[in-house]
């Protein structure tokens, strides 16, 4: 969707503002949103992209004014909620109504090195093989859809040359709205900088995205 | 708000709690509530905040660098399969689960983004900063990668190509940037001393200087 979190190419916000010696944490209760997201993620009932969507979700002048820790959370309420594992009055209060969804599994203390290593891996056996390789000329398509996409506006309806093919990876858009798994070759493309801002862009720059095949069109 | 509260907005802050923000104050209360149905174990959350807190960060990815400047096998072998290479020094998994390594040459210096939301190569970085996952560096890289390293105070050397990488998928990219004159002859381990994180996005170069 074109939401707050597509921002690639937008202007007006400044220059970026390093922080000098910058904590890993700048309050508690970000390093308590961290670990709750990644051990309520564990339960394994949404995908990163069903929780990225939530999180794309907030109005988009929320979204720009809410720090990203803070977006996090407003993305985890969403999810918990839509399983059925916390109610709007329960997260409210923090207190406990009554029962809810019960998990496949819950993430033990001891169990977190193991998991963390391990990850999500998202590479899965391709069904046919890619249909572009290394040199392609391709375009990407044009679309709004109001569903999760990670095609960024910018890069819609441009043209460029498939640098790498990634291998096949978990399709996003779908998945993030609960549809079963799927697939797609995915590919690393890249684009000259003029081709996607202008004349007036420096020709000796360019950017390249990852692009799921069924983004891509040949050329 | 109350009425008897519209002079004091300092104070509405800490309305529902004596000393809680309100953002504190809902994460703990989703702490609360989540503990309570036996969604989440708390030593759980104790062992995930610890391991980026101090296991995983930005030195991970300094000794990847180091190897690669040090033994050229390793650095073909990382050029080839990233996710495998940094696998090899026990790195890995969680946000890093596809990682694929840049490698900067005289010709074209790299820079790595997630315009849409904020992927970054945790098993080799930790967690990003902040100004990684904010709209100013997230909306600009793509448009004025130049102008992005100047706020870094970064010039590149005239003609260098610029390359931008956006994370638009579960591939992670770290920048392996040039090794610096003058560091012939440095250990591996001296080597990681001068390998910042910012050189491993792509806004900082490594200098030979930076080693005390």
């Known amino acids: 969707m074109n939401g707050g979190q597509d921002l690639g190419g937008q202007m007006g916000f400044g220059p970026v503002r390093p922080e000098p010696d910058e904590p890993i944490f700048h309050a508690d209760w970000e390093a308590r949103m961290l670990a709750l997201n990644v051990a309520a993620g564990a339960m394994g009932h949404w995908t990163i992209d069903e929780i990225r969507h939530a999180r794309e979700a907030i109005p988009p002048a929320d979204y720009l004014s809410l720090s990203y820790y803070e977006i996090w959370y407003e993305g985890l309420r969403t999810v918990l909620q839509r399983h059925g594992f916390a109610t709007l009055a329960e997260l409210d209060s923090g207190a406990s109504a009554g029962s809810g969804t019960t998990p496949k599994r819950v993430l033990k203390g001891t169990d977190v090195p193991a998991v963390l290593r391990r990850g999500f891996p998202y590479e899965r056996e391709a069904a046919a093989p890619a249909r572009f390789k290394v040199g392609d000329k391709v375009r990407t398509i044009v679309m709004h859809p109001r569903h999760h996409t990670r095609l960024p506006r910018y890069a819609r309806g441009k043209q460029g040359v498939v640098e790498r093919v990634t291998g096949c990876h978990v399709f996003p858009d779908t998945g993030a709205h609960g549809a079963p798994e799927t697939a797609q070759w995915l590919y690393t493309v890249v684009f000259a900088g003029p081709e996607l801002w202008g004349r007036d862009a420096d020709p000796n720059s360019s950017v390249s995205i990852e692009a799921w095949e069924s983004y891509l069109e040949p050329a | ?212």
């Open chain 2, 1 to 212: 708000m109350s009425d008897h509260d519209h002079h004091h907005h300092h104070d509405h802050d800490h309305e529902h709690d004596n000393h809680f923000t309100p953002i504190e104050a809902r994460v703990k209360a989703l702490e609360s509530l989540l503990v309570e149905k036996g969604y989440v174990d708390p030593a759980a959350l104790d062992a995930i905040v610890e391991t980026y807190e101090t296991k995983v960060g930005p030195r991970n990815g300094a000794r990847v660098v180091a190897k690669a400047w040090s033994d050229p096998a390793y650095a073909q072998r990382l050029k080839q399969d990233g996710t495998a290479a940094v696998a090899e020094l026990g790195y890995g998994g969680r946000g890093g689960e596809h990682i694929v390594a840049v490698f900067n040459t005289p010709e074209e210096h790299n820079l790595i983004v997630c315009t849409l939301c904020s992927c970054y190569p945790w098993p080799v970085l930790g967690l990003p900063p902040v100004w990684y996952k904010s709209p100013p560096y997230r909306s600009k890289a793509v448009i004025d990668p130049r102008g992005t390293l100047a706020d870094f105070g970064v010039t590149l050397p005239e003609g260098q190509r610029i390359r931008v990488w956006d994370s638009t998928a579960e591939t992670r990219f770290i920048v392996v940037p040039q090794r610096p004159e003058g560091t012939e002859g440095w250990s591996e381990e001296e080597l990681a001393d001068i390998v910042t994180r910012d050189s491993m996005i792509g806004v900082g170069l490594p200098q030979a200087g930076a080693r005390s």
